[in-house]
């Protein structure tokens, strides 16, 4: 949303007004369609209709329909509006989308559920790691058992053990091919005359895309001249394991004022490393994907120790997480008192919903 640096309409909302995202949500969409439903808003401005009931009438309502929910509004409660805006009718869906591959995670207190749909192809690819995991635990289990086990020994290891194993060992591997379990690995070609930096085998790099990617990286450093190699620089890794656990236990989220972010997040060196920056915890700070590419693309500045930390915009305007909501200045508006929805049971088969209006021929 232009220099604030906020995702969305609704975030910034959310941010500058001190409202949930629910609040603000419902606010941004009624503020997309609040000239095509006039007499509703003026209702919510002269406090006969709540926000929750334009909010409802704003998000599904069909084009032209102010008037029809204008007047029921004034006696409906929303989750009648809600019931009245589903019996309009529609016009037929389009044929669906061919189901994608998915992965969908479910929790309760006890437990966690994972839904995995895969394509025929990655599903007897799955099944083949399965089994094969499957059955070298079975293979263990028996040599225990060959052994003398006990009656307390474990029962035999099923699918369940088998996708644990898979995970684990899928752990181990990516553990040993990156130790430290960094963010990324960057392998940098640098011209020793010119200092123009590539991608290995990809494109030319400007000074915020390098800055961004090598900020919670291990680097490789290519030094060429002439199209030729002349040497390598050592790899270097930036943010060890530990230090990053303090930073996430320090900073939990996302450290640009408004952005509640608490997952992916990436190690920033305020001041960089390329610049002398140490690599330390005074100098780092936590800053999700959207706000860190945002400050390296220029959007937003990042300034000062971690423990007094400065966020400004293009303007030069310092980011501040409270609300900036105030008290009303006006009086409010001389109406009538309001009765408000009438709370009576709504009989629907007698309701008539609003019909749009053919197209003209």
């Not at 790691?129 to 290891?157: C, F, M, T, V, Y």
Request: aromatic share 6%; proline share 9%; glycine share 8%.
């Amino acid at each position: 949303c232009g220099m604030t640096g906020a995702r969305s309409v609704p975030a910034l909302v959310a941010w500058k007004l001190g409202l949930s995202s629910t609040t603000a949500h419902t606010i941004a969409t009624v503020a997309r369609r609040v000239e095509e439903f006039p007499r509703c808003a003026q209702g919510m401005r002269e406090g006969r209709l709540s926000l929750d009931q334009v909010g409802v009438i704003a998000a599904r309502a069909g084009e032209g329909s102010d008037e029809h929910y204008a007047q029921l509004a004034r006696v409906a409660t929303v989750n009648q509006l809600r019931t009245a805006i589903s019996l309009e009718p529609r016009p037929e869906p389009a044929s669906r989308p061919q189901p994608q591959p998915s992965i969908i995670k479910t929790a309760d207190e006890d437990f966690t559920c994972w839904r995995i749909r895969l394509p025929h192809l990655d599903a007897a690819k799955f099944d083949a790691a399965l089994q094969s995991h499957r059955d070298a635990l079975i293979a263990e289990w028996k040599h225990d058992r060959a052994e003398g086990g006990s009656e307390s020994a474990p029962p035999l290891p099923g699918t369940l053990e088998a996708f644990m194993r898979l995970v684990e060992a899928g752990w181990d591997a990516e553990a040993a091919r990156r130790p430290h379990g960094q963010h990324t690995t960057v392998v940098v070609h640098v011209d020793a005359e010119t200092r123009a930096a590539a991608l290995h085998l990809g494109p030319l790099l400007s000074d915020a895309e390098r800055r961004y990617l090598s900020c919670d990286a291990t680097g490789e450093l290519w030094f060429e001249r002439n199209g030729q190699l002349v040497g390598a620089g050592r790899t270097t890794r930036l943010i060890s394991r530990r230090l990053r656990r303090a930073l996430e236990h320090r900073d939990r989220t996302c450290a640009v004022p408004g952005c509640g972010a608490t997952r992916g997040l990436h190690a920033h060196h305020i001041r960089h490393w390329e610049d002398g920056g140490p690599t330390e915890l005074a100098n780092l700070v936590l800053v999700c994907p959207y706000h860190h590419r945002l400050h390296h693309c220029g959007g937003i500045t990042i300034t000062g120790p971690a423990d007094a930390l400065v966020v400004t915009d293009t303007a030069g305007r310092p980011l501040r997480a409270g609300s900036l909501a105030r008290p009303p200045t006006q009086p409010p508006p001389a109406v009538p008192p309001c009765p408000g929805p009438i709370g009576e049971r709504a009989d629907w088969w007698w309701y008539d919903p609003f019909q749009p209006q053919p197209p003209p021929s």
